[in-house]
């Protein structure tokens, strides 16, 4: 069926702040649902509240809605826009339920607002447990024996019909929140409690555990022909009993049979196509017993999913863009492939090679929090890495973690002890791949590992085959020595060079060196949807060992930008924001724009959106690699983050050029004993501080800058590990417990200026002019990290003169150190003194909410700055202020119950929310300052 | 990954290209038309398919091995690839169902192949330049003597070797008080396609290629069928021969890939050698009768010719298209309870979106 010609104008629904199981993957949809559906020359409307996204930008929509979700603000759009269509099925369940309950209210039968993408009889059959498992067994598919329980006692009688162990999965929840498996009847009471409590329908399921089965994922598309395919098969490394999202994810399916997985294939397309009738996206999510192969149906989605961005980038094939094609009327068959441009779209992408994705935790963030992993989604982020065999790939993503891992072990971090190993084996944690790495290496049976885990014997004897590639490479006593075969094997295991060197007990340099003369380099190989079968137009690569390199560089002059690699708290979706500015701003200045990333559920990773893309670790190997083959005339580090701005001192120590701020400028910023010594020379008052590298030197600084004093250990994100302190003993204890898990780190003593304001700004500056972006004052006091706080554009009580202080102190901050590009202060402003907490050379979280608040691309703006294209005079800058924006925090504590939901110096914010009000009178504000100091209590 | 005593292997193509890697199997020499299978699950079911007799199999899914093999899950009582070039070679499996490792399974059926090669590179060069033919080696490397002998390794083209590989004598398969009897000539059968006839209610016998019409109608059949099989049908006069009589006797008659091009033959209808071939799990076929699409198992370097098929638009309805280069994938002759599909719709390895085909088949012979 070709394109509905009555659907002229869509709304879609985007799925709000960052939560856990709801993340910036919904943005990648949205955007390129948007794009999709203006290509084909329909008006697109978008609401979302969160400032940080791409599709909430005027490059994505051609009118965007920074409303908060609720249906009140439908009402408003539909009010002001002709729509004739709304798309619900790209912002995730937020989404959803809010389509639900503006068509309980009648919303869209009053505006004459077709649903499309969706079937709501469809999603409220998937989302009601007791309906669903009846639907499945009707259509002769099996499921795993249960019970509803809508009370205390009904779940009594369930557990005793099933019998331990067992899961309660609370019906109608996000991310299995209040879900988890009862191994005893001892521990049956309390999670039956919650969970009934957390069901907003207090309604569980009560369900056998099939722990250590295998588990698989499908991602299928169907158009209204009812035709069907299987876009990818994901196979979790962990088996069921660990979170989809918190599982090492391998695709294609390594240890399944064409007999298996054409079972599954045939019951997927047979439950989706019992499902309602609409055309778009589905993930259905498989168990199977390894022993008898018998297959289970453990849960569908049926809309564009968490794990559809994953196969998207996987497979190359943008499943959210041609979903939305098939919304708006069309049939697979008459699309065509997105990436070959020739052939249909009507086909199965096929891989060759591996993908491993990671989850990224943040336990770290949340003290007290229980680390083990079930079915209740704990991760913050994650990588994708590919490779061409399942080792590299695997390794790859270690190495794109950020998580100071130079590949899976052989990096320093390993655990000696079997006891503790073992446990951490039985209680699945964010450590477990690197554990079972360790349990081998330490000579602790398959079987046992195997027992332990439930981990396919197969991935086990791959690691096991990484082990005894080391024990062979320990007999080698320097580089020179392995022959080019082995050191080819080596790589081809993705291994890094730090790995190897670590291992041999020599620098890395030696390796890379010596690796190099050997003509031992990466090649690129092209994600191209089949295997080579057919020519492909995208540039999308990854890096291998193979022989032959297919990324060939033209003639163009070309620009990188460097990603922010997974998302975790302090660094998120608005540095994806940055880099798909920075992109545009790069092509539209006449240079090649390339992008290396290793975050999936990034839009800057989007096939079509820089002029070339490595898929790659944002780790110095891999981009030392890409920078010699390109050689660009620079690399923007200033767009990704703090991970993209650490690998700046290596850029410049090699000789590669920065584009904007140089490194020495970037370094006196964040060196805090240059920099401090810089505010002195101009005058510019600071709070007292000290360095210390152990505890006495930590209570000398203390007692000289006086209590309460702001602990912290250098180089570290989003305020980790950073505490308030008001006593010897306190500070000894901090100390102390910095040092034990950050060994060789400095520890940095701020005097803490109680019950100050705070404040900062972002500014642009091209060397000879400063533009202050916008300047926004904290409504909670000083000692809440900013991430948290709410910060409101522009100030609203601040003083004339502390205002202009800022300002001033901005401008002569941003020339002292050189600014070309991007730059963010914070303030603390204390009796109308105005002080400088910490200067950030780069993009910063707020800087996407100050564009979209002002409506100015001040992202474009800068990036062309920096490259010395423009200068600031070159561009009207016209911000729009009406009122106040809020930029709200938003946190995702229901994932962890027990956690001190205290606010403090250290970030514990999942993502934001952006509010728009007229004046302070405004209720929303007066709530927010009225709680301003019960952060505490939150 | 490798083990240490594997030994180097190399593989050399017609046009003089090398590629060195490492022995999988056997150690040996193994020579054939080379052509690549981008399929990502089945390799068993790949290397056991008759169609692939002689040819050597180049598997882009980079993992091989990983759970082992079973007896129940061959397509022939053999391996019939004439060897093996992939990325990944895994000895190690699991699979708690499985008999043995791939390793073990390629010692006892004798296949020679070379792993750890670019198998990215190799589909590329096929790609640009076609199908040709190969030589794998694990006995010796030395070019000259490989060169020497691939040179007598005949072309694809006008090679018929579908009576090499189908049965010597005929038998039996199914239930033989089942409610319909099908004729099945052998050209390199699959075992699943006899699965797919039995479970329908099919009696079947099984003949070889060379069978005379007359011993065929002597098992009284309700339809006839035309097996899939490798080589060229161009010079597989006496199989055309064959259709020319069933077409006359008006019973129905179902043909798979080289049933479907002899089929094409028997109405004068010419084949042409395809430039590197159809082989995978994931090709995209639109049925003109339902318009519905189908995703298919393919698997051939000869194809129906589209041009000569309009000509002929008065014999012959074009069923079936592929959606990636519209080439004929399917048709039903005209006045007749005769069609013929390119692809394999009992799938084994891939999807069963076109087991419909049996049905319909079936439900010919039914009425």
């Given at each position: 069926m070709p394109k509905d010609p009555s659907i002229q104008s869509v709304l879609i629904i985007g799925s709000g702040p960052i939560i856990i199981g709801q993340a910036c993957e919904f943005d990648y949809s949205g955007s390129q649902a948007s794009r999709s559906l203006r290509e084909e020359g329909i008006r697109v409307t978008l609401i979302n509240?969160?400032?940080?996204?791409?599709?909430?930008?005027p490059v994505t929509a051609d009118k965007v809605y920074l409303l908060p979700l609720t249906v009140e603000s439908i009402v408003q759009v539909l009010e002001e826009q002709e729509i004739d269509a709304v798309l619900p099925t790209m912002g995730g369940q937020t989404a959803l339920n809010l389509a639900i309950e503006a068509g309980k209210q009648g919303v869209w039968e009053k505006y004459n607002i077709r649903l499309i993408g969706v079937d709501l009889n469809a999603i409220e059959l998937t989302e009601n447990r007791e309906a669903f498992r009846q639907h499945m067994i009707d259509i002769g598919l099996s499921v795993a024996p249960s019970r509803i329980a809508n009370s205390f006692l009904e779940g009594k009688e369930a557990a005793q019909e099933i019998g331990f162990p067992l899961v309660i999965r609370p019906s109608y929840?996000?991310?299995?929140?209040g879900g988890g498996f009862v191994h005893r009847e001892e521990q049956f009471d309390a999670a039956l409690r919650r969970g009934l409590s957390m069901s907003p329908t207090h309604e569980v399921l009560v369900e056998k555990a099939v722990l250590g089965w295998k588990e698989f994922e499908l991602e299928l598309l169907r158009d209204s022909k009812d035709n069907v395919v299987i876009i990818c098969t994901v196979e979790n490394l962990d088996p069921m009993g660990i979170h989809t999202g918190d599982s090492i994810t391998v695709a294609p399916a390594m240890t399944l049979s064409d007999t298996a997985y054409q079972q599954m294939r045939d019951e997927a397309i047979l439950a989706m196509r019992s499902l309602g009738n609409f055309a778009g996206g589905c993930n259905i999510q498989f168990a199977i017993d390894p022993e008898t192969e018998k297959l289970i149906v453990i849960e569908i989605n049926p809309r564009v999913s968490r794990s559809s961005a994953l196969a998207s980038k996987a497979t190359g094939y943008p499943i959210a863009k041609i979903a939305a094609k098939l919304a708006i009327g069309y049939s697979l068959d008459e699309l065509k492939n997105q990436i070959t441009k020739t052939t249909s779209a009507y086909f199965e992408p096929t891989l060759d090679y591996v993908i491993v994705k990671m989850p990224r935790w943040d336990f770290e963030k949340f003290q007290g929090s229980d680390h083990q992993l079930g079915l209740q989604m704990k991760s913050v982020g994650e990588v994708m890495a590919i490779g061409r065999t399942f080792m590299e790939a695997l390794q790859k993503a270690c190495q794109s973690l950020e998580n100071n891992r130079m590949g899976l072990g052989a990096d320093m971090k390993e655990w000696i002890r079997t006891a503790d190993i073992l446990e951490r084996l039985e209680k699945p944690s964010e450590d477990r791949i690197f554990r079972v790495k360790d349990a081998l290496r330490l000579g602790v049976p398959e079987k046992t590992i195997h027992k332990l885990t439930r981990i396919d014997p197969w991935f086990i004897r791959q690691i096991k085959t990484l082990v005894k590639m080391e024990q062979r490479l320990m007999r080698y006593n320097v580089p020179e020595d392995i022959e080019e075969g082995f050191f080819r094997e080596l790589k081809e295991a993705g291994y890094s060079d730090a790995q190897i060197a670590w291992l041999m007990r020599v620098e890395e340099q030696e390796v890379a060196r010596q690796r190099k003369k050997m003509g031992i380099r990466r090649t690129y190989k092209m994600v191209d949807t089949c295997a080579a079968e057919f020519e492909a137009q995208t540039p999308y690569f990854y890096s291998t060992f193979d022989k032959e390199n297919e990324s060939i560089p033209t003639d163009k002059k070309k620009i990188i930008v460097l990603g922010s690699g997974p998302n975790r708290i302090g660094q998120g979706i608005e540095f994806d924001y940055c880099c798909v500015h920075g992109l545009i701003a790069i092509k539209e200045a006449g240079y090649e724009s390339i992008m290396i990333n290793c975050n999936p559920e990034t839009v800057s990773t989007d096939f079509d959106m820089a002029d070339k893309l490595y898929f790659e670790p944002v780790f110095w190997e891999h981009l030392e690699e890409v920078l010699e083959l390109e050689k660009p005339e620079g690399v923007i580090v200033q767009l990704g983050g703090q991970t993209a701005l650490k690998l700046a001192q290596r850029l410049h120590e090699q000789g590669y050029k920065i584009i904007g701020t140089d490194f020495p400028s970037m370094d006196l910023a964040e060196d805090r004993g240059a920099f401090s010594n810089l505010l002195k020379e101009m005058d510019i008052p600071y709070p007292d501080y000290g360095v210390a590298r152990d505890a006495d030197e930590a209570l000398a600084v203390a007692r000289r800058t006086g209590y309460p004093v702001l602990v912290r250990p250098s180089y570290v994100l989003g305020g980790q590990r950073m505490r308030i302190v008001i006593n010897d003993a306190e500070l000894e204890r901090h100390v102390l417990s910095i040092f034990k898990h950050l060994p060789g780190n400095r520890v940095l003593i701020d005097h803490f200026l109680e019950r100050a304001k705070e404040a900062e700004i972002d500014a642009i500056c091209d060397g000879d002019e400063v533009h202050i972006m916008g300047i926004m004052e904290h409504i909670e006091p000083a000692g809440i990290h900013s991430g948290d706080s709410s910060a409101?554009?522009?100030?609203?009580?601040?003083s004339v003169e502390a205002v202009n202080t800022m300002v001033e102190y901005t401008e002569k901050l941003a020339k002292a150190l050189n600014i070309k590009g991007l730059i963010n202060i914070q303030f603390a402003i204390k009796d109308n003194k105005v002080y400088v907490i910490e200067a950030n050379p780069r993009a910063s979280r707020t800087t996407p909410f100050i564009a979209k608040a002002y409506q100015v691309p001040y992202l474009n703006i800068a990036t062309k700055v920096m490259m010395g294209t423009h200068k600031l005079k070159d561009f009207d800058i016209k911000p729009r202020p009406g009122g106040f924006a809020i930029k709200v925090p938003v946190f995702s504590f229901e994932k962890f119950?027990?956690?001190?939901?205290n606010l403090g110096p250290e970030m514990k914010s999942t993502g934001e929310a952006i509010r728009y009000i007229r004046d302070l009178s405004d209720p929303f504000f007066r709530e927010l300052d009225r709680q301003r100091y019960m952060y505490l209590t939150r | 990954m490798s083990e240490p005593q594997q030994a180097p292997a190399v593989l050399l193509l017609e046009d003089g290209t090398v590629f060195h890697g490492k022995s999988a199997g056997m150690i040996g020499a193994a020579t054939g038309e080379i052509c690549f299978n981008t399929g990502m699950t089945g390799y068993q079911e790949i290397f056991t398919d008759p169609s692939y007799y002689g040819q050597l199999m180049v598997t882009t899914n980079v993992h091989i091995g990983n759970y082992g093999t079973k007896r129940?899950?061959?397509?022939?009582?053999?391996?019939?690839?004439a060897g093996l070039i992939c990325k990944n070679f895994n000895i190690e499996y699991h699979r708690p169902m499985a008999d043995m490792s791939i390793q073990a399974y390629f010692e006892e059926e004798k296949l020679v192949g070379i792993c750890e090669v670019d198998t990215r590179a190799i589909v590329r060069h096929i790609r640009s330049k076609g199908a040709m033919n190969g030589i794998i080696s694990s006995e010796t490397t030395d070019l000259a003597v490989l060169k020497k002998r691939l040179s007598q390794v005949p072309g694809m083209e006008g090679l018929e070797l579908a009576s090499r590989v189908s049965t010597k004598e005929p038998y039996t398969f199914g239930d033989p008080h089942a409610p319909l009897r099908v004729a099945v000539l052998d050209f390199g059968i699959k075992q699943n396609i006899l699965n797919c006839f039995a479970e329908r209610g099919c009696f079947m016998k099984v003949f070889p290629a060379r069978t005379p019409i007359e011993e065929l109608r002597a098992f009284e059949p309700n339809g006839y069928f035309l097996s899939n099989g490798p080589g060229d049908p161009a010079p597989m006069d006496y199989a055309i021969q064959t259709a020319k009589a069933i077409l006359a006797e008006d019973k129905p008659l179902f043909g798979i890939c080289l049933g479907h091009q002899l089929l094409a033959q028997a109405l004068d209808i010419p084949t042409y050698k395809m430039h590197h071939g159809h082989r995978g799990i994931n090709h995209p076929v639109k049925n003109l009768l339902t318009g519905h699409c189908e995703i298919t198992t393919q698997n051939h370097g000869f194809g129906v010719h589209p041009d000569a098929i309009k000509d002929n638009a008065d014999k012959v309805e074009v069923t079936h298209i592929n959606l990636n280069d519209n080439s004929i994938e399917g048709m039903r002759v005209k006045g007749k309870r005769a069609f013929s599909v390119q692809?394999?719709?009992?799938?084994s390895p891939g999807p069963h979106d076109a087991r419909y085909l049996f049905d319909d088949f079936v439900r010919l012979m039914q009425n």
């Open positions: 509240d969160n400032p940080a996204t791409i599709m909430t930008d929840t996000l991310g299995g929140t409101v554009l522009p100030t609203y009580s601040l119950p027990n956690v001190d939901k | 129940t899950e061959a397509e022939s009582y053999s391996i019939k690839i692809y394999h719709p009992e799938a």
